[in-house]
């Protein structure tokens, strides 16, 4: 059954966050064989080839990214720390086995490892956005050097005309495969509001006698796996909403990360992971990279100047 637009942003507006970066004191790997109810993507296979993970070094946050010229990489908005080269980007599918490399093998890291120099928000980003208003949630990062060998940008889709409900689309990126919310009952007691502070519990509402509140938990990050959903419906201009309720699933990590349609034998790249219901179940919005084709091509020039 298809869901109203209504319906659909009332889920949202709920619970939405941004699928937030992981933030942690290192990236731990998970058993687990998904990005949640996915695949893990092979080293050096084609998928692998265009995407890449970016750990910011001061805000110990972990995303997701495509690689879309020798030097360009890109990502959601809200991944984007204010120092460019606090963003580390990494041309390998097990984060957790490269930050090893770092104290063993300083030189295969730095192989594999490239360094930001420059980063771009779009415009939208960041401004009081309310109903269904896009809030632009894509960036850029330019790096220093060129892409290690193997690797190249991924092609762009043409235009968005497949792009309608119904379309099944690929996703990939190095978040957590397992998230798992339980109910929480409000309280005044003290862990109760570290939860609140820290994120790992959160509310339906401000006014604590209505609320129902919830315990978030997370694991899992630092390996790229891949999965496919399916289009719910066009949200508005930019971005597009796709339906998670089946048990596959973009989450938190895989902020940035890609979205692809298969044209012929090709899987293309159209969207960059935005935000979503949390617990990751229900409906998550990618930003449409296709729809903002234009503003890419100008700040990749805006780069090179």
Known sequence: ?????????????????????????????????????????????????????????????????????????????????????????FFAADMEATFKLS?????????????????????????????????????????????????KPATMLANSSALVAGASVVLAGYGVDN?????VKPSNDPEFKKGMDSGKIFCDDTDMS??????????????????????????NATEIALNQKNGKAACEGDSGGPAYIKVGNEYQLWGVTSRGTRGCNGYVLYTNAVALNQWVTDEVANFAK
Not at 81 to 88: E, F, N, P, S
Not at 123 to 149: R, S, V
Request: charged fraction near 25%; proline fraction near 2%; glycine fraction near 10%.
């Open 179 to 183: 998230d798992v919310l339980t109910d």
């Open 103 to 151: 104290e063993t093998n300083k030189e295969a890291f730095l192989k594999i490892v490239r360094r930001g120099a420059k980063t771009v928000q779009n415009a939208e980003w960041g401004k009081k956005h309310t109903g269904k208003q896009a809030w632009g949630d894509i960036a850029l990062i330019q790096f220093g050097g060129k892409a290690p060998e193997g690797f």
């Open 1 to 89: 059954m298809k869901i109203s637009f209504p319906v659909l942003f009332a889920a949202l507006a709920t619970f939405a966050v941004a699928c937030a970066p992981v933030s942690k004191d290192t990236v731990q790997n998970g058993n687990g064989t998904g990005i949640i109810g996915g695949t893990n993507v092979v080293e050096g296979s084609d998928l692998h080839k265009s995407i890449v993970g970016i750990y910011d070094i001061k805000r110990n946050a972990l995303c997701t990214g495509s690689l879309i010229r020798d030097n360009v990489v890109m990502t959601a908005a809200h991944c984007i720390g204010k120092v460019a080269t606090d963003h580390l980007i």
């Open 210 to 235: 209505k609320a129902k509140c919830y315990a978030e938990d997370v694991k899992g990050e630092g390996t790229l796996r891949t999965t496919d959903v399916v289009i719910e419906d066009n949200f």
